[in-house]
């Protein structure tokens, strides 16, 4: 059974970093070696929002325009694992972040922003930024 566990959120203030990891099990990359790793973001009263988007085949990672050039998605595959590294983090990146993967792909252009599209879901790691 595929299981997805976040780790590394947690309160900063404002300008600080973090950095998410999401660890896979119950498969590996190598059964699945073409497939999308996704982290997504939900605060109280908004939509689950995309904010980084990997093709493990490699090519371009998809960000949302509000974390452009402050969040960076990395793999690493011996471990099947995801990280999100979060710098000059603002009040407004406050939110609760999932991780997600979606397996049966046949290429980048299936790693989209789309919630709905991807299939297992880890059960989430709190993010705090105090002003």
Known sequence: ???????????????????????????????????????FRQS?????????VLYTGGGNTYYADSVKGRFTLSQESTKNTVYLQMSS??????????????????GGRWCTAEADKFDYWGQGTQVTVSS
């Open 1 to 39: 059974q595929v299981q997805l566990v976040e780790s590394g959120g947690g309160s900063v203030q404002a300008g600080g970093s973090l950095r998410l990891s999401c660890a896979a099990s119950g498969y590996t990359y190598s059964t699945y070696s073409r497939h999308c790793m996704g982290w």
């Open 44 to 52: 109280p009263g908004k939509e689950r929002e995309g904010v980084a």
């Open 89 to 106: 983090l603002k009040p407004e990146d406050t939110a609760m972040y999932y991780c997600a993967a979606r397996l049966n792909v046949f």
